[in-house]
Nanobody, 122 residues
């Protein structure tokens, strides 16, 4: 059973917007820090945004002001709203969960989703 599942990735034009979602089944939501990562083929996986259990959020510099991560504690769903998308945002986006925010910031996590593809064309 997949614990984390991402939805919402698709092809968009540069300058467009998307909202990705990550549904959780089975995790004790309040006990886990959450994060969004992305990976393009041939590149290292990079952290997009990390959310602590209190909802405080940090972002990678290249995404500040364009991406907003949030979580719905009633629906146990994580979101990533993406604005002003650029071709270099093209990647598979993953959500992840871990009890340690530090581990997420080190690109480590106990739980990963299967990923959703975002393709931005110029």
């Amino acid at each position: 059973t997949q614990i984390l599942m991402e939805f919402g990735g698709r092809s968009v034009q540069a300058g467009g917007s998307l909202r990705l979602s990550c549904e959780n089944s089975g995790l004790t939501w309040s006990s886990y820090c959450m994060a969004w990562f992305r990976q393009d083929p041939g590149k290292e996986r990079e952290l997009v945004a990390a959310l602590d259990t209190d909802g405080s959020t940090s972002y990678a510099d290249s995404m500040k002001g364009r991406f907003t991560a949030s979580k719905d504690n009633l629906q146990h769903t994580l979101y990533l709203h993406q604005d002003s998308l650029k071709p270099e945002d093209t990647a598979v986006y993953y959500c992840a969960a871990d009890a340690s925010l530090l581990r997420l910031r080190r690109n480590e996590a106990d739980y990963w989703g299967q990923g959703t593809q975002v393709t931005v064309s110029s």
